[in-house]
C-alpha cells in the first residue's frame, strides 16, 4: 500500500490583465508626428532603450511626453526600427551582420528623415536627422556670394566637408537646385539615402540610392560616366575606389559633386592623398591639383542670442598657387591656409577671419568663437582690443601647438544642424 502524496501546491493565479497592458502600443508614424509639433528647429529625433522619445533642437536633447508613451524598453525600440525598415531586406541583413545600417524614411505631408538604426548592450537605438521638405537655395542658406562660381557648370571637383551635420548637404542640395534652375543639362545623384528630392526644372535629374538603385558610390559612378551627365553629385567619397572614379570623371569633364567628414581644406586634401598607397600619393596629387576647384568647409557656430547658430564658410579655391601647394605638399610659409588669408580678392576665405567677423558683429560671442576657431592663439591675438585681461602673446604662441594637436579631434564637437541657420 503506497504513501499519501502530500498535496501538490495550487499554482499562482496570473493577475487579470489590466486595460493599460491591454492597450496597443501608439504607432509608430503617430510618435514622429508628435515628436516633430515640439519645434520648428528640431534636427534629430532620437529613440533609446531607457529614455522618453527625445528631440534635439539647436544642439540639446529634451525628452517629450506623448500620450500614451512613456520611458522607452528595448522592445518599444526594436518595433519602432521594425516600422522604419519595413520590407527594406538589405537593411535588415545589414543590421543583422554590420549591427547598424542607413534608410531614408518619410512621413507624408510632414516631413522625410535620413535615418540610422544601430545595436547598443544589445537592444536597439535610432537616429533619424530630418530633411528639409523644400530644396534650400543660396538666400535661404545666406551662402557666401563667390559660392556661385561653384555652379558653373565647369569641369572639376567641387568638395563640401565638415563634420557629421555642419550642413553639407544642404549647401549641396542648393548648389544643385541653382543649376537645376538656370542650366538645361543633365543631373544625376548617387546618395545613401536620397535626401532633398530635386524636381525636373530646366535640367532632368535622376537620383540613385545606394543599395536600391545601386550596389556602391563606385559602381554607379562608374556606370554615370555612361550616362551623359553634366554634373555628378556623388554623396560621399568614402573609399579610394570612389576617389579614383572620381577624378576620372572630372578629368573626362564632368563636374562632380562629393563630400568628405574633414574639418577644413587641408585635412581634406590629406585624407584623399592618404588614401592611397604611398608609390601612387605623388601621381595622386598631380591629378587632384588639376582636378579640384573649390574645397568648401563649414562649421556650425551656437550664436550668442541662443536663437540656433550660424555657419561659417572657409572657401578655397583653385588658383596657380593653390594648385601649386596641392601638388607640391604644404611647407613652412606655403600653406593652404597662407593661400586662403592671401586670397580674399579671388574669392578665398578662412575661418579664424570670419569667425573674428562673427565676433564682432555680435553674432557669437568670443569664447564660443574661439573654441570653434583652427588657430585660438592667433584668433587671440586679432581680438586683443575686445579681451578685457592683457595679451601673453608668448603663452599664446605656446598654446597654437596644442590647439593644432586638437583640431582632429574638433569634428564631434560641433554642433549638429540639418540645415544652416545664417541670418548676417
Given at each position: 500500500?503506497?504513501?499519501?502524496?502530500?498535496?501538490?501546491?495550487?499554482?499562482?493565479?496570473?493577475?487579470?490583465?489590466?486595460?493599460?497592458?491591454?492597450?496597443?502600443?501608439?504607432?509608430?508614424?503617430?510618435?514622429?508626428?508628435?515628436?516633430?509639433?515640439?519645434?520648428?528647429?528640431?534636427?534629430?529625433?532620437?529613440?533609446?532603450?531607457?529614455?522618453?522619445?527625445?528631440?534635439?533642437?539647436?544642439?540639446?536633447?529634451?525628452?517629450?511626453?506623448?500620450?500614451?508613451?512613456?520611458?522607452?524598453?528595448?522592445?518599444?525600440?526594436?518595433?519602432?526600427?521594425?516600422?522604419?525598415?519595413?520590407?527594406?531586406?538589405?537593411?535588415?541583413?545589414?543590421?543583422?551582420?554590420?549591427?547598424?545600417?542607413?534608410?531614408?524614411?518619410?512621413?507624408?505631408?510632414?516631413?522625410?528623415?535620413?535615418?540610422?538604426?544601430?545595436?547598443?548592450?544589445?537592444?536597439?537605438?535610432?537616429?533619424?536627422?530630418?530633411?528639409?521638405?523644400?530644396?534650400?537655395?543660396?538666400?535661404?542658406?545666406?551662402?557666401?556670394?563667390?559660392?556661385?562660381?561653384?555652379?558653373?557648370?565647369?569641369?572639376?571637383?567641387?568638395?563640401?566637408?565638415?563634420?557629421?551635420?555642419?550642413?553639407?548637404?544642404?549647401?549641396?542640395?542648393?548648389?544643385?537646385?541653382?543649376?537645376?534652375?538656370?542650366?538645361?543639362?543633365?543631373?544625376?545623384?548617387?546618395?545613401?539615402?536620397?535626401?532633398?528630392?530635386?524636381?525636373?526644372?530646366?535640367?532632368?535629374?535622376?537620383?540613385?540610392?545606394?543599395?536600391?538603385?545601386?550596389?556602391?558610390?563606385?559602381?554607379?559612378?562608374?556606370?554615370?560616366?555612361?550616362?551623359?551627365?553634366?554634373?555628378?553629385?556623388?554623396?560621399?567619397?568614402?573609399?579610394?575606389?570612389?576617389?579614383?572614379?572620381?577624378?576620372?570623371?572630372?578629368?573626362t569633364g564632368h563636374?562632380?559633386?562629393?563630400?568628405?567628414?574633414?574639418?577644413?581644406?587641408?585635412?581634406?586634401?590629406?585624407?584623399?592623398?592618404?588614401?592611397?598607397?604611398?608609390?601612387?600619393?605623388?601621381?595622386?596629387?598631380?591629378?587632384?591639383?588639376k582636378s579640384f576647384?573649390?574645397?568648401?568647409?563649414?562649421?556650425?557656430?551656437?550664436?550668442?542670442?541662443?536663437?540656433?547658430?550660424?555657419?561659417?564658410?572657409?572657401?578655397?579655391?583653385?588658383?596657380?598657387?593653390?594648385?601649386?601647394?596641392?601638388?607640391?605638399?604644404?611647407?613652412?610659409?606655403?600653406?593652404l591656409l597662407d593661400?586662403?588669408?592671401?586670397?580674399?580678392?579671388?574669392?578665398?576665405?578662412?575661418?579664424?577671419?570670419?569667425?573674428?567677423?562673427?565676433?564682432?558683429?555680435?553674432?557669437?560671442?568670443?569664447?564660443?568663437?574661439?573654441?570653434?576657431?583652427?588657430?585660438?592663439?592667433?584668433?587671440?591675438?586679432?581680438?586683443?582690443?575686445?579681451?578685457?585681461?592683457?595679451?601673453?602673446?608668448?603663452?599664446?604662441?605656446?598654446?597654437?601647438?596644442?590647439?593644432?594637436?586638437?583640431?582632429?579631434?574638433?569634428?564631434?564637437?560641433?554642433?549638429?544642424?540639418?540645415?544652416?541657420?545664417?541670418?548676417?
Amino acid at each position: 500500500m503506497g504513501s499519501a502524496q502530500p498535496p501538490q501546491p495550487t499554482p499562482p493565479v496570473a493577475p487579470a490583465t489590466t486595460p493599460a497592458a491591454a492597450t496597443a502600443p501608439v504607432p509608430t508614424a503617430t510618435i514622429i508626428a508628435s515628436m516633430l509639433r515640439a519645434s520648428e528647429k528640431i534636427s534629430d529625433l532620437i529613440f533609446s532603450p531607457g529614455r522618453a522619445p527625445q528631440v534635439e533642437i539647436s544642439g540639446q536633447l529634451a525628452q517629450l511626453k506623448i500620450a500614451g508613451v512613456g520611458m522607452l524598453t528595448a522592445e518599444d525600440t526594436a518595433r519602432i526600427a521594425g516600422d522604419l525598415i519595413g520590407h527594406n531586406a538589405h537593411a535588415v541583413e545589414k543590421l543583422r551582420l554590420e549591427g547598424s545600417c542607413d534608410i531614408s524614411y518619410s512621413l507624408p505631408k510632414l516631413s522625410r528623415f535620413r535615418v540610422n538604426i544601430f545595436t547598443q548592450r544589445g537592444s536597439c537605438a535610432i537616429v533619424m536627422r530630418v530633411i528639409a521638405s523644400n530644396v534650400p537655395d543660396f538666400k535661404t542658406l545666406n551662402l557666401p556670394a563667390q559660392m556661385i562660381d561653384a555652379a558653373e557648370l565647369q569641369p572639376g571637383i567641387v568638395l563640401v566637408t565638415g563634420p557629421t551635420g555642419s550642413g553639407k548637404s544642404s549647401t549641396l542640395a542648393a548648389l544643385v537646385n541653382k543649376i537645376n534652375e538656370e542650366k538645361a543639362c543633365h543631373i544625376i545623384t548617387i546618395e545613401d539615402p536620397i535626401e532633398f528630392l530635386h524636381s525636373h526644372k530646366r535640367s532632368t535629374v535622376h537620383q540613385r540610392e545606394l543599395h536600391s538603385d545601386a550596389p556602391s558610390f563606385a559602381l554607379a559612378l562608374r556606370a554615370a560616366l555612361r550616362q551623359a551627365p553634366k554634373l555628378i553629385l556623388v554623396g560621399e567619397m568614402r573609399d579610394r575606389e570612389t576617389i579614383e572614379v572620381a577624378l576620372e570623371a572630372a578629368e573626362t569633364g564632368h563636374l562632380v559633386y562629393s563630400t568628405l567628414h574633414t574639418i577644413d581644406a587641408s585635412k581634406t586634401v590629406e585624407r584623399i592623398i592618404g588614401a592611397f598607397a604611398l608609390g601612387d600619393q605623388n601621381a595622386v596629387r598631380m591629378r587632384l591639383s588639376k582636378s579640384f576647384r573649390y574645397i568648401i568647409s563649414q562649421r556650425l557656430i551656437p550664436r550668442q542670442d541662443g536663437k540656433g547658430r550660424v555657419a561659417a564658410f572657409e572657401i578655397l579655391k583653385a588658383t596657380l598657387r593653390t594648385r601649386e601647394y596641392v601638388q607640391k605638399g604644404e611647407s613652412e610659409g606655403k600653406t593652404l591656409l597662407d593661400a586662403m588669408r592671401d586670397g580674399s580678392t579671388e574669392g578665398m576665405q578662412c575661418f579664424d577671419d570670419e569667425i573674428e567677423k562673427l565676433i564682432r558683429a555680435g553674432v557669437i560671442d568670443i569664447h564660443t568663437g574661439l573654441s570653434y576657431s583652427t588657430n585660438p592663439g592667433n584668433l587671440r591675438l586679432l581680438l586683443a582690443d575686445l579681451l578685457d585681461e592683457p595679451t601673453d602673446i608668448s603663452s599664446l604662441m605656446a598654446s597654437n601647438k596644442s590647439n593644432k594637436a586638437k583640431a582632429e579631434s574638433k569634428e564631434s564637437s560641433f554642433a549638429v544642424d540639418p540645415e544652416l541657420e545664417t541670418t548676417l
